[in-house]
C-alpha cells in the first residue's frame, strides 16, 4: 500500500515514520528539493499543480493526504477525481479562507471572537465603530504561525494596518480575554468512528507554538469533543483535524481548524497509545482507529530557529528529541522535543528544562 502526500517537510516525515511500522510506503510531492520526507519516501520534486507530476501521483498511490492546509484546493479537488483524497478537498478550501472558516464555525452553532469581513481600510474603520480595541487585522488567506496579521490598538494603527495587507482579502477579529489556549484533535475514518485525543493547553509567543501539554480529565474536554464532531460530521471528514480553541471562562470559543496532523499533537507521539500520525493514517486507509489513551504526563517543547547541543536534550530523563533535517533559520520549526513521565513532578522538571533550552536558541 502506498500513501501520497503533498507537502514533504516535518508532518510528512513523522506520517511516513509513523507508517513504516504498518508496511506502508510513501510518495510526496514538494517543490523543495531538501524537503525533510524525501528520505523516507519517492519525492516528486515540482509544483503542487505541475499536471504530470499530479498524474504520477494519482497512478502510483493508493490513497493521497496533505501535511499543510496551504496545498491549492483545486489540486486536491483534482486528484479526487483520479484516486482517493483524503480529508475531502471541502475541508481544505473552507480551512484556507478565514471568513469562510468564521462563517461554517457560525452555521455549526459554534461560538468564535467577534469579527468582521474587511475588504478595503474604509470596510477596517467602519467594523472598529462597533468592534472596539484591542483588535486583530488578518489577511484571509495564507496566514500561519501569526503571518499575515497585524495587531490594532487604536484608530492610528488602521491606515497602516491595511497598507500591511497590500490589497489582499482580510478579517478583522476582536480581542476576547482568554484564560488559555487549546486545541482537540480527533480522527475519523469512512465508517464515521471517531476518536478523540485529551485538550492540549499550548503556550504560543510571536504567534508561534512553543509548548503543548496534555490535559487529561479537562473539565472542557466534552464540550471540545462537541465541536469537532460537528466539524467531522459535517464535513464528512476523514484523517486527523485540529481544532484550535479560546477558553473564556469555561466558555470555548473557536479559533481556527486545521485539516491534518497538528502541531499541538507531538506529544501523542511518545505520550499516547497511538499516535495522533499512526491514527491519521489507520482513518485514511479505513483501519480501526487506536487508543488516544494518554501515557502518563505528556507535553511537546518546539525548538525555532536553532537547536541546542543535542546531548543537552538527550541527557533529560522522560525526553525524546525529534529531528526534522532543516536548517535553522529565524522563525523555522527545526525540532521538537516531547516529554512522557508516571511522575508529575518529574515531569514539570524536564518540561522547565526543556523550555529554558528552547529560549536560549530561540530567535523571536
Not at 484571509?140 to 490594532?152: A, E, N, P, S
Not at 464535513?235 to 481544532?243: M, Q, T
Request: glycine share 8%.
Amino acid at each position: 500500500m502506498k500513501v501520497g502526500i503533498l507537502g514533504g517537510g516535518q508532518l510528512a516525515r513523522m506520517i511516513a515514520l509513523a507508517g513504516y511500522p504498518l508496511g506502508l510506503k510513501f510518495i510526496v510531492l514538494d517543490p523543495d528539493p531538501n524537503a525533510g520526507a524525501a528520505g523516507l519516501s519517492e519525492h516528486l520534486h515540482g509544483a503542487y499543480d505541475d499536471p504530470a507530476l499530479l498524474a504520477e501521483l494519482a497512478e502510483k498511490a493508493d490513497v493521497v493526504t496533505y501535511e499543510f492546509e496551504n496545498v491549492p484546493a483545486h489540486v486536491a479537488e483534482f486528484l479526487s477525481s483520479h484516486t482517493t483524497v483524503y480529508p475531502p478537498a471541502n475541508a481544505l478550501a473552507v480551512s484556507q479562507d478565514r471568513l469562510l472558516e468564521k462563517n461554517f464555525f457560525k452555521e455549526l452553532g459554534i461560538g468564535t471572537a467577534p469579527y468582521a469581513q474587511v475588504d478595503s481600510l474604509a470596510d477596517l474603520k467602519n467594523a472598529m465603530t462597533t468592534m472596539g480595541y484591542p483588535a486583530i487585522l488578518k489577511s484571509r488567506r495564507m496566514g500561519y504561525d501569526g503571518k499575515g496579521q497585524v495587531v490594532l490598538m487604536s484608530a492610528g494603527d488602521l491606515a497602516a494596518a491595511w497598507e500591511a495587507m497590500q490589497g489582499a482579502a482580510a478579517i478583522v477579529e476582536g480581542f476576547v480575554p482568554f484564560r488559555r489556549e487549546v486545541s482537540i484533535i480527533a480522527a475519523r475514518r469512512p465508517s464515521g468512528d471517531i476518536v478523540f485525543y485529551p485538550l492540549s493547553e499550548n503556550r504560543h509567543s510571536g504567534g508561534i507554538l512553543r509548548v503543548a501539554s496534555a490535559c487529561a480529565d479537562d473539565a472542557e474536554q466534552g464540550m471540545a469533543e462537541d465541536y469537532v464532531r460537528r466539524l467531522l460530521e459535517k464535513l464528512d471528514y476523514v484523517g486527523v483535524i485540529a481544532l484550535e480553541l479560546f477558553d473564556v471562562g469555561g466558555q470555548l470559543l473557536a479559533n481556527e481548524f486545521a485539516p491534518r496532523v497538528h502541531n499541538s499533537g507531538h506529544w501523542t507521539i511518545e505520550g499516547s497509545e497511538t499516535s495522533q500520525f499512526e491514527n491519521h493514517l489507520r482513518a485514511i486507509l479505513d483501519l480501526p482507529l487506536g487508543s488516544t489513551q494518554t501515557r502518563g504526563f505528556a507535553a511537546m517543547v518546539n525548538f525555532i530557529g536553532g537547536l541546542p547541543q543535542t546531548e543537552e536534550i538527550l541527557k533529560l530523563d522522560h525526553a525524546h528529541l525529534h529531528l526534522y533535517d532543516k536548517a535553522p533559520r529565524k522563525g523555522r520549526k527545526v525540532a521538537h522535543a516531547t516529554i512522557r513521565s508516571e511522575d508529575l513532578e518529574q515531569f514539570e522538571q524536564t518540561r522547565e528544562k526543556l523550555t529554558n533550552l528552547a529560549k536560549q536558541t530561540d530567535d523571536s
